[in-house]
T-cell receptor
């Protein structure tokens, strides 16, 4: 099955700086890569996703890049703000009939220092 | 409002006392899944269901049961809870898993087994 590794487990950045979270996956058949944000005490919520036919996707201060050859993808947050503090999960999935769904990384606790 | 509803939010029980955590979605989603979240381990899938009367094991199914008699409901059953099942549980649903539809999570159930 799929295995997703996520690094770092904790990331502390100064407010206004950029943050980068990296994930690698093992199954070359995976073709969908979402990112979820989980604020303290709340449920995970989708913030951005990318499919394997696209190399990069942006949504305001958030961007995701995908390198299919190297089997890794990254989340980039620019101009970080206090409300970006949360745990972020990457995930990978295969849409070609695989039924077991998303495999999640173990999460990155992002801390925005004032 | 489109949502996934879990009940209860908090549950404290004793070893061996059967319990059920309910999950209901009002989005007519075909795919539903249960996850447990533990510190440092991320989100691990317990069971999933592709449609009514179709369920299958995820990565950590031991000690759990599920049923999918109706499209909207996907209860998680612990026949004989043990302390190692103390965790935060999330139910999630999506439109059709094969098409990489985003997962919508419930608000979570924090279970403590003493």
């Amino acid at each position: 099955g799929e295995n997703v590794e996520q690094h770092p487990s904790t990331l502390s950045v100064q407010e206004g700086d950029s943050a980068v979270i990296k994930c690698t996956y093992s199954d070359s058949a995976s073709n969908y890569f979402p990112w979820y944000k989980q604020e303290l005490g709340k449920r995970p919520q989708l913030i951005i996703d990318i499919r394997s036919n696209v190399g990069e996707k942006k949504d305001q201060r958030i961007a995701v890049t995908l390198n299919k050859t190297a089997k890794h993808f990254s989340l980039h947050i620019t101009e970080t703000q206090p409300e970006d503090s949360a745990v972020y999960f990457c995930a990978a999935d295969y849409s070609g009939g695989g039924a077991d769904g998303l495999t999640f990384g173990k999460g990155t606790h992002l801390i925005i220092q004032p | 409002e489109a949502q996934v509803t879990q009940n209860p939010r908090y549950l404290i029980t004793v070893t061996g006392k059967k319990l059920t955590v309910t999950c209901s979605q009002n989005m007519n989603h075909e795919y539903m899944s249960w996850y447990r979240q533990d510190p440092g381990l991320g989100l691990r899938q317990i069971y999933y269901s592709m449609n009514v009367e179709v369920t299958d094991k995820g990565d950590v199914p031991e000690g759990y049961k599920v049923s999918r008699k109706e499209k909207r409901n996907f209860p998680l059953i612990l026949e004989s809870p043990s302390p190692n099942q103390t965790s935060l549980y999330f139910c999630a649903s999506s439109l059709r898993q094969a098409y990489n539809s985003p997962l919508h999570f419930g608000n979570g159930t924090r279970l403590t087994v003493t």
